[in-house]
């Protein structure tokens, strides 16, 4: 049997829409602080470890809240110095065919280096229609 709370939590969390959403609103503006900071026209040494600094606070809440990180937005932090990668100011992009083409993005500030696959109509698991909840699919069984 239910408890005679849970109803009125569920109908609370129903109107509102997405949980947690004052911290999904945080690591949101902890993000565009980061990138603000990192992509500022007089760049210092010091906005740059404030950029690391809010991008380390919003992986930091993240982890404590079990959130998760939309994976564009990880695409766009180095692991090792959590500093935002924006190409031709604080990382470098190249090409490389080997077996298969890969992107190679290296960090200029720590030197560490991501690769991912560069094919032609690559997407991601998290970006197909059919493992989006609630996309619409085009399955005519259901019918």
Same mark, same amino acid.
């Given at each position: &049997?239910? $408890?005679?709370?849970?109803? $009125?939590?569920?109908?609370?969390?129903?109107?509102?829409?997405?949980?947690?959403?004052?911290? *999904?609103?945080? &690591?949101?503006?902890? *993000?565009?602080?980061?990138?603000? &900071?990192?992509? #500022? #026209?007089?760049?210092?040494?010091? #906005?740059?470890?404030?950029?690391?600094?809010?991008?380390?606070?919003?992986?930091? %809440?993240?982890?404590?809240?079990?959130?998760?990180?939309?994976?564009? %937005?990880?695409?766009?932090?180095?692991?090792?110095?959590?500093? /935002?990668?924006?190409?031709?100011? #604080?990382?470098?992009?190249?090409?490389?065919?080997?077996?298969?083409?890969? /992107?190679? %993005?290296? @960090?200029?500030? @720590? $030197?560490?280096? $991501?690769?991912? !696959?560069?094919?032609?109509? *690559?997407?991601?698991?998290?970006?197909? !229609?059919?493992? %989006?909840?609630?996309?619409?699919?085009?399955?005519?069984?259901?019918?």
């Amino acid at each position: &049997m239910a $408890k005679k709370g849970q109803g $009125k939590k569920n109908q609370q969390q129903q109107q509102h829409g997405v949980e947690n959403r004052e911290l *999904y609103q945080r &690591m949101n503006f902890l *993000y565009q602080a980061a990138a603000l &900071m990192t992509t #500022t #026209t007089f760049v210092q040494e010091s #906005t740059r470890s404030l950029g690391r600094f809010y991008v380390n606070t919003m992986r930091n %809440i993240s982890k404590k809240q079990v959130l998760r990180i939309v994976p564009s %937005i990880k695409r766009n932090i180095c692991k090792r110095c959590d500093s /935002l990668l924006v190409p031709g100011l #604080t990382s470098r992009a190249r090409v490389k065919s080997r077996r298969q083409k890969q /992107l190679e %993005i290296e @960090c200029i500030e @720590c $030197k560490a280096i $991501k690769i991912f !696959p560069a094919k032609k109509n *690559y997407q991601l698991f998290s970006e197909k !229609p059919e493992n %989006i909840v609630g996309a619409p699919t085009n399955d005519s069984d259901e019918l």
